[in-house]
Structures are given as C-alpha cells and as structure tokens.
C-alpha cells in the first residue's frame, strides 16, 4: 500500500509543480544533461548488468536507460537505476541535471557521501537512496578532494524545498537529520530507517513539518529527550502533525514513559511502531483516542501494568504486539471485541488467570500467541470458533484440564498448534486427526495420557509432531510411515513401548528423530532414518538393540542361542510336567483299577448269571452255521492261538470267529469268567470280544469282522503262494496313525485297562484295519485263556498281573518276525 502510493507520487511528481516552474536557462540543453550524465557514468567502477552500456556520445539522452525527459524531451527529469548493482559513487556532477525531480537510486552499492551540490536541484521532488551504502566511506573517494566532507543528510537539502519525499533507507548514514530539511515544507514521507543517525528525536522537525504521513525513523541511534528519559516532547510536537499515518521508532533503545499525549494524536495514525525500545510504565488510557489504529507494536519494551480494557475499543485493530513486556494481571475479557483483529501476541509477560471465553469471538484470527505466561486454567473449548486460526501458542503456561475437542474445528490450521509445557492431562484426542493442514503440533511436556492414535496420520501436512515428555503408552502405530512430511519427531520421555515402526524408514523427509527415555524393545529397523540417526536418538531404552552405534548389537547367533535355550527350557518343563502327570495318573489308575476289579471279580463271582446275561448268547450251532460249518473257505487267518473263520450271524452282523487250540483239559466255568474280563476292555484300538462260546473241547471268540484285513496283509500284499510281494499302499501319514493307534492299543491295555493284560503276541497279523483304516490289536488276553483254559489254575490267572516274572510271558518264545513294528516308519 505504502509502496503504490510512492509510486503514484513519483507519477504525480513528474508532471511540473506549479510553485516551482521555471524557464530554462537557455545555456542548459540536454547537452549539458548529456554531460552531467556520462560524468555520473565516470564515477561508477561496476556495472555487472551494463546497463549503462547505452550511456554514450551516439545515443540520444532521452534513450539512455534509466533516464527520462520531459514530454517536450528538451531536458532530463527522471534518473532511475534499480537493482542494477552499480558500484561506484554518486558525482556531484549529477547537480547539472537541473531539470531533475527524481533521483531513485535503489538497491546499488553507491557509497560516500549524498554531494551537497544536490542543493541545486530546485525541482527534485523525489530522493529516494534506498539500500545503498551513502555514508560508507569509498576509498577512492577519501583519496579525492571530497574527503573532508560529512557521511551525513546535506544541510544543504534545505535548498531543494521541492522535496515531499526523501526515502534514505538502509544507507550508512550518521549525523542528525538536518534542521533545514523544514524549508522542505510540503515534505509528506521522511523515511531514514536503518541508519546511524544520531540526536535526539526530531521533535522541532516533526512540528515544522505538518503534511508528513509517514515518519520512520525506526532503527537507528536516536534518544529520547532530557538523556533518553522523556518522550513527552516528542510526542507533544506531533500534535502538529493532524495527517501523520505511520509512526516508527522501533528498535532505538528509547527511554521514557509512553505519554498520556499520545492521545492527542488523534484520528489519523494507522500504525504505531514501538517495538525495540526501554520505554516503561503502563499504557496509557488515551491510547484508546488512536482510533483509526490498525497496528499497534509495542514488544520488547520494558512496559508494565495492566492491559486496559479500553484497548479493546481500538475497533479497527488489525495487529496487536504486546508481547516481552512484564504485563500483569489477567487478560480483558473486552479482548473479544475485536472485530478485525488478526494477531494477538501477548506472550512473554506474566499475565495470569484463565483464557477468557472471549477470545473465542475473534473469528479472524490468524494468530494467537499467548505462550510464556501464568496462565491457568483450562483452554476454552470456545477458541475453536477462531477458524482461520494458522498459528495457535498456548505454550508455557499452567493450564490444566484436557485439550478440548472443540480445538480440532481449527481444521483450517495451517502452521502449528503448540499446547507444550503446561499441565495438560488426559487423552491425546483422537479429534486431533482431524487437522488435515497443520504442519506442526507440539504436545510436549504436560501430562497426557493414552495412546499414539494410529489416525494421527490423517495429519497429513505435519512436519513436526513433539509429544515428548508426557505419559503416553502402547505401542506406536505403523501408519506413521504415512506422513510424508514429517521432518521432525520426537516422543522422548513417554512410557512407550513394543517396537520401533518400520515404516518411519519410508518418510524420506524424516531428518530428525527422537525415542530416547521410553520402553521400547526389539531391533531398531534400518533404512531411511535409521541409517543416519546416533544412539542420542535412543537414549535410555534398555531393551532395544540394533546396529546404531552406542547401541548393543542384537547378535543373531545370540539371540538364536537365547531363542532355542528357551524352547528347550520350555520343552522340559513340559515334559517333566507330563511325565509326574503320568506317573501320578498310573498311580492312581492303579489303585483304582485294583479296588474295581477286585470289587468286580469278588460281585462277577457272585452273580456270574449276570455277567452272563451281559453276553449275547451264541451256541455252537449257530457259530458252525455262522461260518459254513467252520469251511476252509472262510478261514481268514490263523495264528499260534487258532484258527479264524468269518462268518454271518444270523441277524446279518459280519463277524469272525476265532477257535482255539486247545491242548490240554479245560475249565470252562474260568473261561468264560476270562472272557467276560476281556469283554470289559473296551478301547477304540483293541478289538472287542462280541461273545465267547465254550464247551468242553471247544472254545471260540466272537469278533468284529475287519474288512481291510490285518495289518500284516497290508504291508506285503501276497499274490498266491508267490513270494514276489507287491508294494504296500500305505501312505506314510497310516503308518504313522496306525503305529500311534498300536501304541494306545497297548496302553490301555498295560496300564488303564480294567485287568492287566500282555499281550505276548503282537505282531503285524494280529492288528486289523477297520473300515477308515483305524488299527485295531486283536489276540491280546489270548494267553491268559489259554492258560486258565490250559492250567485250570486261576490263582495263576489272578496273579498275572502283578507278576513282573510273567511281563515276559510268551515273549521270547512268540515274538515273530516283525513284531518290531519300527519297519511301519521305514
Ligand atoms: C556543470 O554546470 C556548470 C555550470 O552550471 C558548468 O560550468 C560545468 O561545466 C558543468 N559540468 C558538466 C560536466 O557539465
Ligand atoms: C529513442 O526511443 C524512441 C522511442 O522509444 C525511438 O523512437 C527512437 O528511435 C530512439 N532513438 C534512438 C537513437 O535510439
Ligand atoms: C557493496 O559495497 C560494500 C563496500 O563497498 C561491499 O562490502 C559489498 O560487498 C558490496 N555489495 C555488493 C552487492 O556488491
Ligand atoms: C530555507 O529556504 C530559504 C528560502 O527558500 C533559504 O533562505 C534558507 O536558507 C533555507 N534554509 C536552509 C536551512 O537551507
Ligand atoms: C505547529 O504549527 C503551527 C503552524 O501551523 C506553528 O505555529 C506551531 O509553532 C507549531 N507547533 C510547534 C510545537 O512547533
Ligand atoms: C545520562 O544518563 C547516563 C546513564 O543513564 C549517565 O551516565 C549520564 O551522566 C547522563 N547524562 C546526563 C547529562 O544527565
Ligand atoms: C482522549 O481520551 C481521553 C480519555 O481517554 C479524553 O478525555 C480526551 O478528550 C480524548 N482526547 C481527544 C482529543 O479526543
Ligand atoms: C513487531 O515487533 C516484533 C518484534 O520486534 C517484530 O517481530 C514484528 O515484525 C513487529 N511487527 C510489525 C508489524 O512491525
Ligand atoms: C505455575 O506453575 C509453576 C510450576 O508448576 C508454579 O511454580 C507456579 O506457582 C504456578 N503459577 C501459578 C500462578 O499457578
Ligand atoms: C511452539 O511450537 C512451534 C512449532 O513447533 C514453534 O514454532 C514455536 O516456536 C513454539 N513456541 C515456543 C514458545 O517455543
Ligand atoms: C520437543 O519438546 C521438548 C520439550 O518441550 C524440547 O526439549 C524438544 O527440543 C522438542 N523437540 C523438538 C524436535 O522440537
Ligand atoms: C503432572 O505430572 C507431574 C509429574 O508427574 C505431577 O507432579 C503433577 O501433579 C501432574 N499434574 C497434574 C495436574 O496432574
């Protein structure tokens, strides 16, 4: 804006200004201006873009670059040259161009001194000297008879009284602003910004100089009156000044009190710079009558007292600086009623008591800053009306409670939410995920609980998130690899813990990562960050390891050791565990066992019609006719015990019947009682007897007929009496299973079976296949009826069990070949 306007003025400036409108001399020509300018063009030592190139005898004067004539182009008017980096030094020869109404030097290295000749120049109008460095001495220059002459603003500018802008920024400058600059009376714009000027503030000046809208004199060496104690007269002399607009004295170690005069500036100033200075006291109340005030800066000054509430009625106030000061007490409530404020900077004083709900009424905000206070409180759920929000500093404070939810309606903000060091508690809400432009958000240092929300990720703009040194748990989540433009991240100091995510290796971004003082255990991932980080990185988490160095290796073998020292540990334990069971269990069973079957044999002697109602009677008859009359056709086996036939009951049931051999006489009554023992072993692995028939000279079991045979037919199918055997059909997977159903089989029946039984036969023939396959021990007891049938001798038969001397029966002499059932597994 300021900026337009000069332009617009150096417009208006071309055009001839009445009061100062003057014949020509007819002696001056442009070839005089001709001359003056290729006398500047000879003082100019670099001209790196050689815009001056065209500056010759050949050229008209009026095409020169930079150069512009008036509209009859009798003359040079304008003598502009910006960012063309020239070197050199401004000749006093310039002073022939007497035409000239503006000189706009701006961004070259022009240096020594502005040449008094410049007085001259009755009709500049505009001096505009703007990043060059007047004021340094120039070498050359002291070598020349200039040398004795002032780095200073000529007194004799007081001669070009045509002057209404004289922009001398960010020069070199010294010396005090000339008195005579006055006889510039119409002067609207004194900018001396960024010099060395001295004296005292130019309050004579300012008084003479009542047209002046901008007054910035901001950054240089100036005081205030009575040894930089006193503002008073300064700002009593702006009085004069009704039009003033800009008033800037930032940056000067100004001394003084702000005076209550202020208010007599009444109407006019937009923007009041004070920023930078040692003024003290409080503000003044008639700061209020600056009502067109739209900026107001008064940070880093040394101002106390309270915030008046009468500041709110600055109605146009669009930023408000208050902040590095040693303001107290709580923020006005009547803070709210700003209507166009966009920047609230309070930080850095000691204002306490709660966040006023009201500020939550300032919908244009943009920023907020209200960090290094005293704060308390909890954060007003209210501020998230405060939409356009972009930066929002609560840090430093001592607020308490929760962070609101109603902070995620600030889904416009774009640069950083910075809630760290206070005393926040609870959760870290999950509604944060819903800030999809914020590129910062620093959580650090309070008290928040929970967990690090996988969700976070929807934030997808975030280049730093700081939660560091809180009381965060769990686990972080993989979908942190989703942000693509974290830079920074940093969970020091939480109680986090499981692994580090590998995905963060995938954030190319990523330049800065702290885990240090957490739980986290396991290898640190590599790639991406991870190859860059150093242990400081990790500090102070005892279970990690990894290949950063300062870090403990995770030796593989190591850990490999560790790994399997555990599974066998592990093992061990089981088995020593399964292995007392087991030996517990045999205990008990057998005494068990013992007490039932000796109540069963004591009830079986008692009432054997009972037992015998049990079994389902068969006579010889039926087991002749059953088998065809025992035909060789139906033969299906034979064995040391006997022979076995299939055959058909009558009610269809497939059986088959084994006859015994029988050697000697017999005792059928402890026959039967044998078989209605081996009739209570019931096992899914063991055959069970369906009915037993005795007479005298003959004794047959009735069983279940197999349809896969024996186990023995299976494993070397014959072809007739060949003895080329075909190959056996079983699949590994049935060796294993059958071998696993022997092996029950016998368990049962040495160790859970209601008698004790040895088999003393088994062998491959002797364990069928039923239908799917599941094998089944056949013959077991068989020994125990042949000898009761044979001895006759049942205290025999009752000792058998618990006879280790009879363990062995029939072994050594039955053991046929292939009892080793090793060869299922071959
Ligand atoms: C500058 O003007 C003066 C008279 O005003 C004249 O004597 C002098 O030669 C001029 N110098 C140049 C370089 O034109
Ligand atoms: C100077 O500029 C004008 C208009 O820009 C042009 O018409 C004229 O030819 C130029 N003269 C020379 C000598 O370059
Ligand atoms: C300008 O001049 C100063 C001193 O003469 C020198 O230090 C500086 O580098 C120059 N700057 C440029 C951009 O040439
Ligand atoms: C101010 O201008 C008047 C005439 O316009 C002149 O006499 C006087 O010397 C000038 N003052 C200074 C300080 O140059
Ligand atoms: C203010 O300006 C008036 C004339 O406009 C002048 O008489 C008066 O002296 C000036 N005040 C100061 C403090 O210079
Ligand atoms: C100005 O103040 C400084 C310190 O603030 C002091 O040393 C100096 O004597 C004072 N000068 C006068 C003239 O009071
Ligand atoms: C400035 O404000 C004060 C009260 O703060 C008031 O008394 C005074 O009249 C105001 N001055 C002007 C010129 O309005
Ligand atoms: C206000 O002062 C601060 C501190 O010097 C500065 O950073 C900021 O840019 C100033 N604001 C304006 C608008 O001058
Ligand atoms: C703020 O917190 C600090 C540290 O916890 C404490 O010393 C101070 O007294 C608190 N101030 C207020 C006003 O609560
Ligand atoms: C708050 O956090 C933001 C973003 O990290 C940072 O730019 C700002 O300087 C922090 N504020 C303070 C007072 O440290
Ligand atoms: C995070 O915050 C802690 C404490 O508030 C601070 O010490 C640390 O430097 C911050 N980390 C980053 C990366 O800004
Ligand atoms: C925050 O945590 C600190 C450290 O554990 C504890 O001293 C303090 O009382 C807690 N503050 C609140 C408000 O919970």
Known sequence: ????????????????????????????????????????????????????????????????????????????????????????????????LTRLRVLKLVNNNFSGIIPPEFSSLQHLSLLWLEGEQFGRPDTRFLLSSYQTCLREIPTEIGNCPGIWNLALYNNQLTGEIPFSIINASLMFNLDVEYNHLKGELPSEIAANLPELLY?????????????????????????????????????????????????????????????????????????????RLTV?????????????????????????????????????????????????DLSNNRLSGEIPKSLGDLIQLNFMFLNHNLLTGAIPPSLGQCEDLSKLDLSYNNLTGNIPPEITSLREIRIFLNLSNNHLEGT??????????????????????????????????????????????????????????????????????????????????????????????????????????????????????????????????????????????????????VFIAAICCVIGCRRLKTIISVGNVETETKSPPELIHNFPRITYKELSEATGGFDEQRLVG????????????????????????????????????????????RHRNLIRIITACSLPDFKALVLPYMANGS????????????????????????????????????????HHSPVRVIHCDLKPSNVLLNDDMTALVADFGIARLVMTAGAGNAGVVENMGSSTANMLCGSIGYIAPGTDFSFLLI
């Open 428 to 577: 870290l809400p999950i509604e944060l995920s819903k800030l999809e432009n914020v590129q910062e958000i620093d959580l650090s240092s309070n008290n928040l609980t929970g967990i690090v929300f996988p969700q976070i990720s929807s934030c997808i703009a975030l280049r730093l998130i700081n939660l560091s040194h809180n009381f965060l748990r769990g686990q972080l989540p993989e979908t942190l690899g989703d942000l693509k433009n974290l830079e920074a991240f940093d969970v020091s100091g939480n109680l986090l813990s499981g692994t580090i995510p590998t995905s963060l290796n995938k954030i190319h971004t990523l330049t800065f990562l702290n885990l240090s003082c957490n739980n986290f255990a396991g290898t640190i991932p590599s790639g991406g960050i991870f190859d860059s980080v150093t242990n400081l990185s990790f500090l102070h988490n005892w279970e990690l390891c990894g290949s950063v160095p300062g870090i403990p290796s995770c030796h593989r073998k190591n850990n490999f050791f560790h790994v399997r020292a555990y599974l066998i540990t592990f093992f061990i334990v089981i088995f020593v565990t």
């Open 711 to 750: 186990l023995d037919s299976r494993l070397y199918p014959h072809s007739g009496t060949s003895l080329a055997s075909g190959s056996s059909d079983l699949s590994l997977i049935q060796r294993v299973n059958i071998c696993s159903d022997i092996a029950e089989g016998m368990a049962y029946l040495h």
């Open 215 to 291: 007054l910035h004199l901001s950054y240089n060496n100036m005081v205030s009156h009575d040894n930089n104690s006193n503002l008073v007269p300064f700002f009593t002399a702006l009085k004069n000044c009704t039009i003033l607009d800009e008033l800037e004295l930032a940056g000067m170690e100004l001394g003084g009190k702000l005076p209550s005069s202020i208010g007599q500036l009444v109407g006019s100033l937009t923007s009041l710079l004070l920023q930078e200075n040692r003024i003290a006291g409080s503000i003044p109340p008639t700061l209020v009558n600056l009502t």
């Open 638 to 681: 034979s064995g040391s015990y006997g022979r076995v036939y299939k055959g058909i009951l009558p009610d269809g049931t497939p059986v088959a019947v084994k006859v015994l051999h029988l050697q000697t006489g017999n005792s059928t009554k402890s026959f039967i009682r044998e078989c209605q023992v081996l009739k209570r072993i």
């Open 296 to 344: 107001l800066n008064l940070t880093y000054n040394f101002l106390s007292g309270t915030i008046p509430a009468e500041i709110s009625q600055l109605s146009y106030l669009e930023q408000l600086f208050l902040s590095h000061n040693f303001f107290t007490g709580s923020i006005p409530v009547a803070m709210g009623q700003f209507r166009h404020l966009g920047l609230l």
């Open 1 to 96: 804006m300021f900026l337009f306007l000069l332009q617009c003025l150096v417009i208006i400036a071309e055009q001839p200004i009445s009061g100062y409108q003057h014949h020509y001399p007819p002696h001056h020509s442009l070839q005089t201006d001709r001359a003056a300018l290729l006398a500047f063009k000879k003082t100019i030592s670099s001209d790196p873009y050689s815009v001056l190139s065209n500056w010759n005898e050949v050229t008209q004067v009026c095409n020169f670059t930079g150069v512009r004539c008036n509209t009859k182009r009798h003359r040079v008017t304008k003598l502009i040259l910006r960012n063309a980096e020239l070197v050199g030094m401004l000749s006093p020869l310039i002073a022939n």
